[in-house]
């Protein structure tokens, strides 16, 4: 099945800081690849994601292109604010018949200080 | 957006008993629920897929009688963690796919259980 690595935390910034979280993935093909956010005490969210090669998804100010080349797919926000402070996780469908399930990076602790 | 929710969102139990966890998609039907554990400062592992009308699909490793699933409407999935130990002590999350497809995922605010 596909597999993800993910940069490993904590990472710890300033205010207005700029923020790379890298991720390199394993896959058959070329899936869609995720990255989400887990706020302090909520649910797993979508951040962004991409569905192919070049594509660059984005929100909130964060970035993130899917390189086939490199099979990477590497966070980036230019300045990062305290309430950005979360735990951020790469993923991508796990492969094979395994409809709709996700693989799911270790998790980088984010922490932004004023 | 789709909403996805549990119950309970903390649980303290004794050694021994059974815990009921609720997972439940509140404005979509969904016919596959996935339930995953998450360690302190870890990714999260999948345990099962849920199937509405069919028995679950557990992962590799994940005890089908101490973890059971049901997944009783399009709404509603339950895993029950029968005669808990402490080791069983975790953060459980279901997730539901979306509207937009598989790749979408909805997770719920997941459950912590604690035991004693």
């Known amino acids: 099945g596909n597999s993800v690595t993910q940069m490993e935390g904590p990472v710890t910034l300033s205010e207005e800081a700029f923020l790379t979280i890298n991720c390199t993935y394993t896959?058959?093909?070329?899936?869609?690849l995720f990255w989400y956010v887990q706020y302090p005490g909520e649910g797993l969210q979508l951040l962004l994601k991409?569905?192919?090669?070049?594509d660059k998804g984005s929100n909130k100010g964060f970035e993130a292109t899917y390189r086939k080349e490199t099979t990477s797919f590497h966070l980036e926000k230019g300045s990062v604010q305290v309430s950005d402070s979360a735990v951020y996780f790469c993923a991508l469908p796990a492969g094979g018949t395994s409809y709709g399930k996700l693989t799911f990076g270790q998790g980088t602790i984010l922490t932004v200080h004023p | 957006g789709a909403v996805v929710s549990q119950h309970p969102s903390r649980v303290i139990c004794k050694s021994g008993t059974s815990v009921k966890i609720e997972c439940r998609s509140l404005d979509f039907q969904a016919t596959t629920m996935f339930w995953y554990r998450q360690f302190p400062k870890q990714s999260l592992m999948l345990m099962a897929t849920s199937n509405e009308g069919s028995k679950a699909t557990y992962e590799q490793g994940v005890e089908k009688d101490k973890f059971l699933i049901n997944h009783a409407s399009l709404t509603l999935s339950t895993l029950t963690v029968t005669s808990a130990h402490p080791e069983d002590s975790s953060f459980y999350i279901c997730?539901?796919?979306?509207?937009?497809?598989?790749?979408?995922?909805?997770f719920g605010p997941g459950t912590r259980l604690t035991v004693l």
């Open positions: 991409a569905t192919k090669a070049d």
């Open positions: 896959a058959t093909g070329y899936p869609s």
């Open positions: 997730s539901a796919p979306g509207h937009y497809g598989p790749d979408t995922q909805y």
